[in-house]
């Protein structure tokens, strides 16, 4: 059964940094594409960050030069290294993506992580 989990998160200060997992296991051959997602109170869910697993990258303008999303494809795991964290970047940070296992290719957004917690506060 192919699972999803993120860990990393916490309580920071602002202009603070945490970096993000996503490990995918499971029978997983490759990771196709990830990304990452946040939900803050309130508010819907947001891309926050993409990758495919030739390195090509997106991101949202509001965390452009501060948050760097990267894939260890041998370790089938993607990372969120996130800096200069400002308060309004507190929410649950989730993955999802593309994984090629023995079921062949997964559609994107069928697997969710459980989420992990972001808190940027003084």
């Known amino acids: 059964q192919v699972q999803l989990v993120e860990s990393g998160g916490g309580l920071v200060q602002p202009g603070g940094s945490l970096r993000l997992s996503c490990t995918a296991s499971?029978?997983?051959?490759?990771?196709?594409?990830m990304g990452w997602y946040r939900q803050a109170p309130g508010k819907q869910r947001e891309l926050v960050a993409s990758?495919?697993?030739?390195?090509?990258?997106t991101y949202v303008d509001s965390v452009k030069g501060r948050f760097t999303i990267s894939i260890d494809n041998a370790q089938n795991t993607v990372y969120l290294q996130m800096n200069s964290l400002k308060p309004e970047d507190t929410a649950v940070y989730y993955c999802?993506?593309?994984?090629?296992?023995?079921?062949?290719?997964?559609?994107?957004?069928?697997?969710w992580g459980q989420g992990t917690q972001v808190t940027v506060s003084s």
């Open positions: 999802t993506g593309l994984l090629r296992s023995d079921k062949g290719t997964s559609g994107w957004g069928d697997y």
């Open positions: 499971g029978s997983i051959f490759s990771i196709n594409a």
């Open positions: 990758i495919s697993s030739g390195g090509s990258t």
